[in-house]
């Protein structure tokens, strides 16, 4: 496997601060793409960048010498996660998440924000992020939704101005977050980079209720930024902390918290919540929301990793995104690749394993894949660990996928520095 730039820049080296470093800029036909450098005190991120989703402290059935060897530059861990089991106290006395999972490498933790929407108003819409993050698209739950064609659930938070009460959904006991102890919770866990607390809405919420939302997380992200400067790091390396800009896909609340958000101390800022029922929606979120953002300052999209999603964020100037589609998909045998063999795009760049075609086929994956799964197993082995529901199939899969995120970004900065990049996306979302 040829060694991508991904690694060629994250050994770990003494930094004094977080810094985003902008390479370049190019106009693209719906903004402005950027090729740049994020540099923390465990290696520098190579950007445009997928980040890995290791939501209690490991990617799904894959080591950490494997996770480098695919070119895997930054691990997103879950802040709320992380405190109900191990704890956070226990990781802090490991030295940090880094030791305690052996990945010394960024990484990148959430709030728990993401939280209070998917066990309150996820739970009470029946929306996910994930599967059903874009309800309008045809496919997904519905077209043109709204509440009362949804079944509600029960919440297991609620929310009020000091912070979120969660139930937990391990054993049921009751925990306050706050953005003072999220940020308590995240200094303890040592991630590089770490994000203000807030609430992540729902594509039912409506104007009024995303509005109010949205001024509550800016007054949270006031109390995160203090309580950030007010008291420093407990490892011996800086982190950097995000706010996160709200506003669902409201483009009056989305503007403002961009504006507001974008004019706060923070080192960088993330792009959240409802990103609206239509990837065209989205698109255009995006594009209210870098207008107001300062261009010195790293831009990640939360919960954003599909091949053609991440081409229309590059376009529009958005550099990190994290999704646990690669990985989830692996693990149900969903393998990405670009072509059918006879030349055909697939749809949604994925093929499944399981089909009976692949029975007998003697095939790797993808001929042009240089993956370690890719170089020593068939198909039709491939398929066989899946039929007969072993490990190994699930491990093999997340390997290629991970790895095919990492060709495609190496693919994409190249063609940002190569000024090749409208050809680059015309190619791969023909």
């Known amino acids: 496997m040829n060694t991508p730039d991904d690694l060629s820049n994250t050994t770990t080296h003494p930094v004094k601060e977080f810094k985003f470093e902008l390479e370049k800029e190019v106009q693209t036909e719906s903004g402005t793409a950027r090729l740049g450098q994020i540099h923390t005190a465990h290696g520098t991120i190579n950007t445009p960048a997928f980040v890995a989703v290791g939501t209690q402290a490991t990617v799904k059935s894959l080591s950490p010498e494997e996770l480098e060897t695919i070119g895997t530059q930054v691990i997103f861990n879950n802040t709320y996660h992380l405190y109900l089991r191990p704890g956070a106290d226990l990781i802090a006395e490991f030295g940090g998440a880094h030791k305690f999972m052996h990945w010394d490498h960024p990484i990148l933790t959430d709030s728990g924000g993401f939280q209070v929407f998917s066990l309150g108003a996820g739970i009470e819409h029946n929306v996910g992020k994930i599967a059903n993050i874009f309800p309008g ?28 009460r969660f139930k937990s959904h391990i054993d049921g006991s009751y925990h306050n977050f706050t953005p003072e102890s999220s940020i308590a919770t995240q200094r303890k866990l040592g991630a590089d980079m770490i994000l203000a607390f807030d609430e992540c809405t729902s594509p039912l919420h409506d104007e009024a209720y995303t509005a109010k939302s949205a001024e509550r997380t800016h007054r949270w992200a006031q109390r995160s930024l203090d309580y950030f400067k007010a008291n420093p790091e407990i490892h011996d390396y800086p982190q950097a902390l995000y706010g996160i800009v709200q506003g669902g896909a409201f483009e009056k609340v989305r503007r403002h918290s961009a504006e507001v958000i974008g004019g706060m101390d923070f080192d960088a800022i993330a ?75 697939l749809k949604k ?32 082995y491939l398929r066989h660990l899946f039929k007969a529901d072993e490990i190994l199939g699930q491990r093999l899969a997340s390997i290629h996928n991970l790895r095919f995120m990492a060709n495609m970004c190496e693919a994409i900065r190249q063609s940002l520095r190569d000024d090749t990049f409208a050809e680059l996306k015309k190619d791969w979302l023909r």
Not at 292 to 302: D, Q, S, V, W
Not at 308 to 322: K, L
């Open 349 to 380: 760049y994925r093929m499944n394993i399981k089909n009976a075609r692949y029975k007998d086929d003697q095939r790797p994956i993808d001929p042009e894949c240089d993956c370690y799964t890719c170089n020593h197993f068939s198909r039709a």
């Open 137 to 164: 698209e045809e496919g997904g739950v519905l077209v043109n939704p709204k509440k009362s064609d949804f079944k509600s659930g029960e919440s297991l938070v609620k929310i009020t101005e000091e912070g979120v």
């Open 271 to 345: 792009i959240g919540g409802n990103l609206g029922k239509t990837k065209e929606e989205m698109h255009q979120v995006i594009s209210w929301t870098v207008e107001y953002l300062p261009t010195h300052k790293a831009r990640h999209l939360l919960g954003i990793g599909e091949v053609y999603d991440i081409f229309e964020a590059v376009e529009r100037g958005c550099d990190t995104f994290d999704c646990v589609s690669p990985t989830r998909n692996a693990r149900n045998g969903g393998l990405l690749k670009r072509f059918d063999d006879d030349g055909t795009p």
